[in-house]
């Protein structure tokens, strides 16, 4: 089989050039096998068929088959040609879907119609889920008008209002992601709301902490600053305005929110009110896992299929010595 170098990968500027990338990676390596946890929902199963017959995929449905087979016929979509296998409940759609990956038979998890909370217990089983001795954080990608490179934000979706520690994990997760989409050295914005360090402020002296820890070489693999408001995060103009001096100034590839309620509006307002193209993927597990939102539109659910089937490549190639 042909070899896929990343080394040679450049860095993925929008969701075309991305859906391009996991277009090659299936060409040259094969389709993933995603595990997908309750897939009894219309905008799954369409997502899964849908990378599936890009070739990017061989999807496993866990279920209840009569369920699954029925949606799939109102979609369109021939059921014969699906691999559906039964569970008697959500629950137990997670237990076995996440079995199949951590058994090394799957190379994706992916949440359906199952509750968040009993999705992660079974992935995070200490007899057999997917721990990897690192924080679960969610990491957004996604394109925007006008500006030459992809985004990253996290985290918007896992922790709720993380302390110092696991926001320097969630920022280490962050920076893998890029790695992955060929982002070398990955421009970080802690974002608060002012971009001076207010003592009085929590987050700005948890970001001025992290970015200095980075200065030291405590957190490898980015160049990190912080406080950042977003405007002069994103926006060259805006921090010449300010008079902000700053690698990362203007030029971020990564956005760090500071908690569960400020990322969740942030990736929302996204979708709802700028229409953007996105992607979601779960960090820090031994596998990729896609944790989407039930109300997610079918094409977010499909660009994060795409974007674990780019991830799961990469950290076999990690693993293996590449």
């Not at 299936?26 to 017959?53: D, L, T």
């Amino acid at each position: 089989m042909e070899t896929l170098d990343f080394r040679d990968i450049q860095p993925l500027r929008d969701m075309n050039n991305l859906l391009e990338m996991a277009r090659l990676v299936a060409q040259i390596k094969g389709p993933k096998k995603v595990a997908v946890a309750a897939a009894e929902e219309a905008h799954v199963i369409q997502a899964v068929n849908e990378a599936r017959m890009e070739g990017l995929i061989h999807p496993v449905l866990f279920g209840n088959p009569d369920r699954v087979r029925r949606i799939a016929v109102e979609l369109g979509i021939k059921a014969q040609g699906l691999d559906i296998r039964p569970a008697k409940n959500p629950p137990e759609a997670a237990e076995l879907a996440t079995q199949l990956v951590s058994g090394g038979e799957a190379d994706i998890l992916m949440k359906g119609m199952v509750q968040s909370s009993d999705f992660l217990r079974a992935a995070l089983n200490r007899d057999w889920g997917l721990r990897a001795g690192k924080l679960l954080s969610h990491v957004l990608i996604y394109e925007a008008a006008g500006f030459d490179r992809l985004f990253m934000m996290s985290d918007g979706a896992m922790n709720i209002n993380p302390d110092l520690k696991a926001k320097i994990q969630i920022v280490e997760n962050a920076v893998t992601m890029a790695h992955i989409l060929g982002v070398a050295e990955p421009k970080v914005a802690l974002l608060a709301a002012v971009e001076m360090v207010n003592p009085d402020m929590d987050t700005a002296v948890e970001d001025a902490i992290i970015a200095k820890m980075a200065d030291r070489g405590q957190i490898k693999g980015a160049v990190i600053d912080g406080p950042l408001a977003l405007d002069n995060a994103v926006s060259e103009e805006a921090a010449r305005i300010k008079k902000i001096k700053s690698p990362v100034a203007g030029k971020a590839d990564i956005l760090i929110v500071d908690n569960i309620d400020v990322g969740n509006v942030f990736y929302k307002s996204l979708i709802y009110f700028a229409h953007v193209r996105a992607a979601g993927i779960i960090m820090g597990a031994k596998a990729p896992m896609i944790l989407t939102s039930r109300a997610d539109p079918e094409e977010v659910k499909f660009m994060s299929l795409a974007t674990a089937v780019i991830a799961a490549e990469r950290m076999q190639y990690v693993r293996a010595g590449g």
